[in-house]
């Protein structure tokens, strides 16, 4: 992964006109269908990110916080379904509400962290999902008492089109991340479709017709070890 230039407060930026790393939609395996982009991404960033036994906490939005029973249709609940395979990969996973009072409790795939309190809890990796439409509960949650120094926050979003803008989370979430310590690492393109359905010749779009999304973006951020005043 590209290192990040720092910028004159010293936090690390995504060096501008760089290549945008991609990952591609998973292809189905010999008897079993792709378990999703969604899945594949937390899979990838658990095996890129962490060490087999380190814990991962999967921390969902407050408007999220009971994924309800068979409900599989939005990237909140799919990502607190895909907390197993973290289990799979040897890691101790955590799945906690963001609006949850005091320290993670267990999600039931993996064995508890041991410690108690905020240091105790902090990880090497959290990863959460964040709509572009709700990112008000972002700027509440100190993330430097979840977050390991040295540790890496995966924020999993999209921009969205609404009367006729474009609304990119991005700038929200720099600055509520920014105010505990943590710096922008690197943005990377997570594929939603498979790169074969991408091959088509551009076509107008009929009349209320909604155009599909083909990617979410995966914005990753890191705690310094160094000591950093909050903002």
Same mark, same amino acid.
């Given at each position: 992964? %590209?290192?990040s230039d720092p910028d004159r407060d010293g936090g690390a930026v995504v060096p501008a006109g760089r290549p945008t790393t991609v990952w591609p939609y998973p292809p189905e395996g010999p008897g079993r269908p792709s378990a999703g982009w969604l899945a594949a991404a937390l899979d990838q960033l658990v095996t890129c990110y962490t060490r087999p036994g380190d814990p991962v906490?999967?921390?969902?939005?407050?408007?999220?916080?009971?994924?309800?029973?068979? #409900?599989?249709?939005?990237?909140?609940?799919?990502?607190?379904?895909?907390?197993?395979?973290?289990?799979?990969?040897? #890691?101790?996973?955590?799945?906690? @509400?963001? @609006?949850?009072?005091?320290?993670?409790?267990? @999600?039931?795939?993996?064995?508890?962290?041991?410690?108690?309190?905020?240091?105790?809890?902090?990880?090497?990796?959290?990863?959460?999902?964040?709509?572009?439409?709700?990112?008000?509960?972002?700027?509440?949650?100190?993330?430097?008492?979840?977050?390991?120094?040295?540790?890496?926050?995966?924020?999993?979003?999209?921009?969205? @089109?609404?009367?006729?803008?474009?609304?990119?989370?991005?700038?929200?979430?720099?600055?509520?991340?920014?105010?505990?310590?943590?710096?922008?690492?690197?943005?990377?393109?997570?594929?939603?479709? %498979?790169?074969?359905?991408?091959?088509?010749?551009?076509?107008?779009?009929?009349?209320?017709?909604?155009?599909?999304?083909?990617?979410?973006?995966?914005?990753?951020?890191?705690?310094?070890?160094?000591?950093?005043? #909050?903002?």
């Amino acid at each position: 992964m %590209p290192v990040s230039d720092p910028d004159r407060d010293g936090g690390a930026v995504v060096p501008a006109g760089r290549p945008t790393t991609v990952w591609p939609y998973p292809p189905e395996g010999p008897g079993r269908p792709s378990a999703g982009w969604l899945a594949a991404a937390l899979d990838q960033l658990v095996t890129c990110y962490t060490r087999p036994g380190d814990p991962v906490l999967i921390l969902i939005p407050p408007h999220a916080d009971m994924p309800a029973a068979g #409900r599989h249709g939005t990237p909140a609940d799919r990502l607190a379904d895909a907390g197993g395979a973290v289990d799979r990969l040897g #890691r101790a996973v955590q799945v906690r @509400s963001a @609006s949850a009072a005091g320290p993670a409790q267990p @999600s039931g795939y993996g064995p508890r962290a041991q410690g108690e309190g905020p240091d105790g809890d902090r990880r090497p990796l959290v990863v959460t999902v964040v709509d572009p439409t709700r990112t008000g509960w972002v700027h509440g949650v100190p993330w430097d008492r979840l977050v390991a120094p040295g540790g890496m926050l995966a924020v999993i979003t999209r921009s969205e @089109s609404i009367a006729g803008g474009l609304l990119d989370p991005t700038g929200a979430l720099v600055a509520a991340t920014g105010r505990y310590g943590l710096a922008l690492l690197d943005r990377l393109v997570l594929l939603e479709i %498979p790169i074969a359905e991408l091959g088509g010749p551009p076509t107008t779009l009929a009349h209320q017709v909604v155009a599909r999304r083909v990617h979410s973006d995966l914005l990753l951020f890191v705690l310094p070890t160094g000591p950093r005043e #909050r903002r």
